[in-house]
């Protein structure tokens, strides 16, 4: 059973760097084949692809988040994270980590305020 366990602040300062960490159980990140991605929800708003980590290390953002996003992984920990840099309020958001579409993190809701 593969299992996400996100972790990371819920509260960022303006113009800071939002980071978050996904653990992976139950699976490898580096099983061929396999998409790691990170997505967020605005309030109000539906879900947004922000990008990808693929089994190979290949990774892929969002053109509207490309300028502002990194995603990294650590394979010797079976995890990958996520640095959205330069938050504003706007930021504001649920954040979840996903392998492919089948399996979610639990969710962290990310508050950017001063």
């Known amino acids: 059973q593969v299992q996400l366990q996100q972790s990371g602040p819920g509260l960022v300062k303006p113009s800071q760097t939002l980071s978050l960490t996904c653990t992976v159980s139950g699976d490898s990140i580096t099983t061929s084949g396999s998409t790691w991605n990170w997505i967020h929800q605005p309030p109000g708003k539906g879900l947004e692809w922000m990008g990808q980590?693929?089994?190979?290390?290949?990774?892929y953002t969002s053109p509207s988040l490309k300028s502002r996003t990194s995603i990294s992984r650590d394979t010797s920990k079976n995890l990958f994270s996520l640095q959205l840099r330069s938050v504003t309020p706007d930021d504001t958001a649920m954040y979840y980590c996903?392998?492919?579409?089948?399996?979610w993190g639990q969710g962290t809701q990310v508050t950017v305020s001063s």
């Open positions: 996903t392998r492919g579409t089948r399996n």
């Open positions: 980590i693929l089994y190979d290390g290949w990774t």
